[in-house]
């Protein structure tokens, strides 16, 4: 019996490994359909009794202001272009803040988000962190920082029902993301923590303390060598 166990979990986590790995693949090179959150979130508008939204624009990173990707460097993770999917410095930093503060920070890269917000669904248990972290790993293995950066800036949640820089771009400044000024991508970058709660068409004074933090960091984020 507990050799039968062993060994449907030996191939569990073999077909595991393998699926995993083809999928990172495929998206290298395709964008992803949806994510888990844009589910749960068309879940929720039923269930609430609302209209189901959901807008969402592919466009490359070629086709985005050189701003943004510095915006939400500079807002999100400073150190995106340096590390291989994980700042040690920034966990520790909330780790200590948590111990000291009831209001919890997170530590999680650029790469982190896009292996949780691509592969994984929300939520703090130790199961889907472990697996964020497998996936952070692979992606830093099988993509690009570029590719990275990309399906960040396309699958990230922008607002009510609305994900990706193009989508959010047209809806908040009736503009393409390519045309987004430095002040527009570091307001957008300003909301990220809450998209839900805060809105770049009515940022309140604290997204605007934020949005100048953020112009304010930008100044030692330069472009990327994928941007130039």
């Not at 508008?45 to 189901?52: A, F």
């Not at 609305?162 to 047209?170: L, N, P, T």
């Not at 068409?201 to 997204?207: D, E, F, G, H, S």
């Amino acid at each position: 019996m507990l050799k039968k166990i062993y060994r449907f979990f030996r191939k569990l986590m073999l077909y595991f490994f393998i699926g995993s790995v083809a999928l990172t693949i495929i998206y290298r090179f395709v964008p992803p359909p949806f994510t888990y959150l844009m589910i749960q979130r068309l879940v929720e508008q039923k269930m609430d009794g609302e209209d189901l939204k959901l807008r969402k624009d592919w466009v490359s990173i070629e086709e985005m202001s050189p701003y943004l990707v510095r915006a939400v460097i500079a807002s999100e993770d400073q150190h995106f272009n340096e590390h291989w999917g994980f700042d040690i410095e920034a966990l520790q930093k909330a780790y200590q803040h948590n111990q000291k503060s009831k209001k919890v920070k997170g530590g999680s890269t650029i790469s982190q988000q896009v292996a949780k917000n691509v592969f994984l669904w929300p939520g703090r248990s130790y199961i889907r962190k472990g697996l964020e972290a497998y996936f952070t790993i692979l992606i830093e293995i099988t993509w690009s920082k570029k590719r990275i950066m990309e399906i960040y800036l396309n699958e990230i949640e922008m607002g009510d029902g609305i994900y990706g820089a193009e989508a959010a771009s047209k809806k908040y400044f009736r503009k393409p993301a390519k045309d987004l000024s430095k002040r527009e991508s570091a307001l957008v970058a300003a909301v990220l923590p809450n998209p839900i709660r805060w809105t770049p068409a009515n940022p309140n004074a604290y997204i605007q303390r934020r949005q100048y933090r953020i112009l304010r960091a930008m100044r030692y984020v330069g472009n990327p060598e994928y941007l130039k």
